[in-house]
Each structure stands twice: as structure tokens, then as C-alpha cells.
């Protein structure tokens, strides 16, 4: 039987996604990336804004339209179960979003040609499977590893806890053992990721361990680059600070969700209400050449045009080197959702465009300053005309820009090299690598 995986959503669901892949690889299952050769798809699903959920459902829709049994896994089972299976009753199976593990059993299950069967924990709990070595569906110059999963934290938008369960924090030892590997693998960047990565460590050590973490990782020879995450704004503590100042590896990059500047909004998201724009000075001031990425949420329930102008003002002062505006998305069972004076569509969407329309300009601005320096950037790939494509410290995989370069000699997917910037754009850098 051959099982194959599509895969939607973040990072962290990309993790999961990898691991259920080693699991069934371990009990000697077939895997293919070609989703037409396999009999079993798995379709591991994003539930995070309604958009995503479509997105997800097209898949299933699709695979069910080409006579595979399709197993649902992530977190659109988590949180529709009952719902999911009536709209779509040819479904094979479902696990929940915590429940990696019993991938085994729904597909010894239909082996034995028995009906529909779904593992979903109420109490969603996650384990990671630490025996398990992962089966990368994308392998390249960089790599995502999960220290922790779930969030103690209970943000007025956000499903995350419900689906994922309070905050559980990995080993230090065991990621650095998985870093190790992916080194030896020849991986040159890696990418910590949780809910917050913050908050690493304080279940299992009683105290915020991600200094501790880095300083381990830090020593691994055959690794260029390390990279953190979603950061909570209170949890960005001076050792944090100092440890990815002083760490040469780790990269002068802190993305830090902010959500919004105004008290009363922030309060209402339940958010940490502190002075956002100090916290960033502190950490510009701290680590030299840092680049800061926040994300912001406009048109959430309430916010006035007076809000909107405090979180647009704040912009324009902070000047963030990397941002993403995003318009609120109301989700059942938040409690956002039950609030009164929900903004409309067309308001929410003006709120974004003016937003990200002056992050352009900054972002320009930002990138100008680039321009006759040397950057060291990762090499990613080729373009279809031979531009070699890299990407900068100051950026992340898939959500920032890209350095476009040429080079009058060979370089290799995954090597360090030094580029210099002589053109830019309002995302992307320009420039020759260094002979």
C-alpha cells in the first residue's frame, strides 16, 4: 500500500507532517510525494483562519473526487470532528492534532478493510515523538525544528490552545541531538519553532531555557545559522537578548508578534499591554544589526479609526525592518468571536492596505541602507534564467525577502556566501557574490 501526504499551514504542521511520514516509515509503509501513485492520502490540515480551512477541505474534496482513501489529520479535525465527518462522509479516518501517533492504527485499519475510525483526544495533549526520526519532505540549506508545542497563553483570537494543549517543551538534549543529525545531513541553517519559543523550557525547567538551548546549539561545528521564531514580547528577557547578541551563530533576527500598539486593543486581545516601542529599542540597542519582524492584526472587534491611526503612527516611528499586517479573522469558540462591533470586510481591508502600504515605503528605506555593503547570505537555488537566489540573515524562509546575485564561479545550495548589494527593491536585494 502506497500512502502519500499533502500538507497544509505553518511550520509547526510541516514538523508533524514529517514525523507521521517517519512513523510509517519505521513500520515499513510505502511512501510517495505523488499523491496520484498512492492508494492512502493523508491531508494534514490548517484550521488556524477560515481561509486556510477552505484551503484544506479543497484538498480533501479533490482527493476523495480521485478515489483515494483520504486520512484527515491536524487541526481542522481537532476542531470540527462530528462536523467534518458528516459534511464528508467518504473519509477513511481522522486523528487529531495531538494524536501523531495513531497514524499507525487508522491505516492498519483500512488494511484490513474495516469502516471509518477516528482517534481525537477531547483534552488535546501533544507528545513528541522523540524515537522517531523525521522523513523531510523538503530538504534543503534549511530546516525547522520543533522545540515545544502547544500555549499556556489565551490570546482573544486564537484557537491554537484549544487544539494543541498547554505547552510542552522538548529536551534540551534531544534537540540537540536532531540538530546534529540535520547537520550531518548537510542542513547549514536551522529554524527553532513552537508557539512561542519564548517560553521553551519553563515546564520542564522551571524557568525560560532558550539561552541554555542556544548556547548548545551554538557548538555544533557543521552549522552556520540559527534562527528563533515567534517570540512573546514579555518573554524577550535580557539574557535572551544578550544570548543572540553574543551567540556568532545564532542570526541577528528577533520576530516578535506584537499584534497591536494601542492599550485598549491590546488588552481586549488579551495581550501583554507594555510600551512595544521601547521593547524594540531595547533590542536594537542590545544586538547591533538586528532586524526586527512583528506581525499586526487589524480591524479586530471595536478598534476605532483612533486606534488604527495609534497602530499606523507607531509604524511609521518603529520603522519595523520586516512586517506583516494581516485583517482580522473571526473564529467560533474564541472569544473574540462573541464580541460585539465586528468591523466589516471593506474596513478591515482598507486598515491593511494603508498599513502595508507605508511598510512598503519603510521597508525601501530599510533595504537602502544595504546597498555597496557586503551581506553573507545562504545560497537557496537558481532561477529559471541562472540568477542565484540566496537570502540574508535578516530573513526568513518563505515570509521575507530574497537576494538575487550573480557569481562568475560555482556556489552550492546551502553554502555561506558574501554578497554585494548594489540594487534594491521594496523586498528583495540585488547584487555579485564576492569572487
Known sequence: MKISLINHGCAKNLVDAELMLGILTKKGYQITLDETDAEVVIVNTCSFIHDAEKESVQSILQMIDEGKKVIVTG???????????QAIPELAGMIGATNIKDIVEIIENIEKEKSYKSIIEKQPEYTYPEDIERQQITMGASSYI???????????????????GKYKSRPIENIVKEAKALANKGVNEIILIAQDTSSYGIDLYGKQALPELLKELNKIENLSWIRIMYAYPTQMTDELISAIANLEKVVKYVDIPLQHSHPRVLESMKRPVMDYKKLVEKIRKNIPGVSVRTSLIVGYPGETEEEFE???????????????AFEYSREKGTYSDTLPKQISAKIKKQRRNKLMELQQKISLENNEKYINTTLKCIVEGYTDEGVIILRSEHDAPEIDGLVYATSKRQVVPGDIENVIINKVDEYDLFGEIKE
Open 75 to 85: 487541526c481542522l479535525p481537532q476542531k470540527h470532528n462530528e462536523e467534518l465527518k
Open 310 to 324: 495609534h497602530l499606523y503612527n507607531f509604524v511609521k516611528e518603529v520603522k519595523f525592518d520586516r512586517m506583516g
Open 146 to 164: 520543533k522545540i515545544g508545542e502547544g500555549c499556556n497563553y489565551q490570546c482573544g483570537y486564537c484557537i491554537i490552545p484549544k487544539l494543541r
